[in-house]
């Protein structure tokens, strides 16, 4: 039996893509630094991000200075930006998504958060309109560990009260997430509800033959009734 629904934030609850983005190339293009360059750089403070070992604007300050590029003004102007471009992303929660965090609380059933995200990112998400309903939130940037580590799975349970058998996992299948929560002993649901707003070279994970997939929001409902 289904005691708990565990979902992904990103292209699982709310979209990346619904409106305005704000990628490493339009931070590059702002500061008007060849992109593949700015990239490298970038990508390299990621873990450092994600697991939070720095701030937003310490990653940035980081990059820029490995760049040659650093300066308090550059710094906040990417860092405004981005949280602007969050800010956004959170003001269109689909009502799907809040009609459907509704129904799992009605039914009695508890709902985890595990995300991979930065100090902006948690930030954004605990003054969002999901965050109320959540009885867990495993923010990466606060619990020093990511997807696909068990240890942030693990967490979640625990904070939970359930058993790995017991959780439905929904994501969209970024970081190897299903494919850890499986090798928990989680039932999976590939969220593809999202799929056509992504673009090249953004896409966070194609279509995966592994898992079961839900179109609409409605069909985390029915995988729990099987």
């Given at each position: 039996m289904t005691k708990a629904v565990?979902?992904?934030?990103?292209?699982?609850?709310?979209s990346m893509f619904s409106g305005d983005t704000y990628?490493?190339?339009?931070?590059?293009?702002?500061?008007?630094?060849?992109?593949d360059t700015f990239k490298n750089a970038w990508h390299s403070t990621e873990h450092d991000r994600s697991c939070g070992n720095c701030t937003i604007e310490e990653g940035i300050k980081t990059t820029l200075e490995m760049l040659g590029a650093y300066?308090?003004?550059?710094?906040?102007?990417?860092?405004?930006k981005r949280r602007k471009t969050?800010?956004?992303?959170?003001?269109?929660?689909?009502?799907?998504?809040?009609?459907?965090?509704?129904?799992?609380k009605r039914r009695g059933i508890k709902i985890g958060l595990i995300s991979n995200c930065?100090?902006?990112?948690?930030?954004?998400?605990?003054?969002?309109?999901?965050f109320p309903y959540l009885d867990a939130a495993m923010l990466s940037y606060e619990?020093?560990?990511?997807?696909?580590?068990?240890?942030?799975?693990?967490?979640?349970?625990e904070k939970l009260g359930v058993t790995a058998e017991e959780c439905l996992y929904v994501g969209d299948g970024g970081s190897k997430e299903l494919f850890a929560a499986r090798?928990?002993?989680?039932?999976c649901?590939?969220?593809?509800?999202?799929?056509?707003?992504?673009?090249?070279?953004h896409v966070p994970c194609y279509k995966l033959d592994d898992f079961e997939h839900a179109y609409t929001q409605d069909d985390v409902l029915k995988m729990m009734e099987k």
């Amino acid at each position: 039996m289904t005691k708990a629904v565990i979902f992904d934030m990103f292209e699982t609850l709310v979209s990346m893509f619904s409106g305005d983005t704000y990628f490493s190339e339009d931070m590059a293009a702002d500061l008007k630094i060849e992109v593949d360059t700015f990239k490298n750089a970038w990508h390299s403070t990621e873990h450092d991000r994600s697991c939070g070992n720095c701030t937003i604007e310490e990653g940035i300050k980081t990059t820029l200075e490995m760049l040659g590029a650093y300066s308090e003004k550059s710094v906040k102007l990417l860092a405004d930006k981005r949280r602007k471009t969050l800010e956004g992303i959170f003001e269109r929660t689909p009502a799907e998504t809040i009609v459907l965090l509704k129904e799992l609380k009605r039914r009695g059933i508890k709902i985890g958060l595990i995300s991979n995200c930065y100090s902006d990112e948690a930030e954004v998400i605990r003054k969002s309109s999901i965050f109320p309903y959540l009885d867990a939130a495993m923010l990466s940037y606060e619990q020093g560990t990511c997807k696909p580590e068990h240890e942030i799975y693990e967490k979640a349970m625990e904070k939970l009260g359930v058993t790995a058998e017991e959780c439905l996992y929904v994501g969209d299948g970024g970081s190897k997430e299903l494919f850890a929560a499986r090798d928990l002993g989680m039932k999976c649901l590939q969220a593809q509800y999202f799929a056509d707003l992504a673009f090249e070279p953004h896409v966070p994970c194609y279509k995966l033959d592994d898992f079961e997939h839900a179109y609409t929001q409605d069909d985390v409902l029915k995988m729990m009734e099987k």
